[in-house]
């Protein structure tokens, strides 16, 4: 993934921590035995980095019930201070941007600030994400996506396709206010095409760890 690099380019971190911490951002909670595997390493040289981090804040423990009988299993999961090495878009301004709107011009004003962010992205995704097909539309979607911050990713799933986003740059701004997340899903679907369907199956807000959107194609598509 070449974004990595840039994302953790200014962490302070070591190559290989900052390619653990990029596994967990965009796999999920893992173990130190997946994560010496997926990076070639030795177990007791993933246990090393995975120790090192998580004395430094970034990575914490997690227990996985184990299959039948035996002993959980036990994984790690990038802490708040871990998520924060990858891009927020301002969180903090932006909050309070949104709640200046708020307050001096309503639920309303907000309402059309949101409506004319999408107006505003969705001329830029139509303009970038002209593929004939959905499959072309998709992945230059993604790459679009990718370069705002989301790590965004397309993969097959049966007949349909998957949207993955392993980050959400503005996260703290779709907390605030929940139409940024209703305003992507209709882009989604606009740049997809009438004849298909786009939902949403994991969300940030919801406790996931990433978005995903499902797309489910027309027959014949």
């Not at 992507?184 to 997809?192: K, N």
Request: glycine share 8%; aromatic share 4%; proline share 3%.
């Amino acid at each position: 993934m070449i974004y990595a690099s840039k994302e953790l380019e200014n962490s302070g971190a070591s190559p290989t921590a900052d390619r653990i911490l990029f596994l967990i951002k965009s796999k999920g909670p893992t173990s130190a035995a997946r994560l010496a595997q997926a990076l070639d390493l030795t177990p007791e040289a993933a246990r090393q980095q995975v120790q090192k981090l998580v004395a430094g804040g970034l990575l914490e423990g997690q227990l996985e019930a184990a299959a039948g009988v035996g002993r959980p299993r036990q994984n790690w999961a990038l802490t708040e201070a871990g998520n924060r090495r990858f891009p927020d878009t301002h969180a903090q301004l932006t909050v309070q941007l949104i709640g200046t709107v708020r307050q001096l011009f309503g639920e309303q004003g907000l309402d059309r600030l949101i409506s004319q962010r999408e107006a505003d992205a969705r001329t830029l995704y139509q303009q970038r994400c002209n593929g004939k097909t959905v499959a072309q539309r998709l992945a230059q979607l993604a790459a679009v996506r990718s370069e705002e911050g989301y790590m965004a990713r397309v993969e097959r799933d049966g007949k349909d396709w998957l949207l993955i986003e392993d980050h959400c740059p503005i996260c703290a701004a779709a907390r605030s206010c929940q139409g940024f997340c209703r305003s992507e899903l209709s882009l989604f679907q606009d740049i997809v095409g009438g004849d298909s369907r786009v939902t949403r199956e994991q969300h940030v807000l919801a406790g996931a760890s990433r978005c995903v959107y499902r797309i489910e194609l027309s027959r014949g598509r």
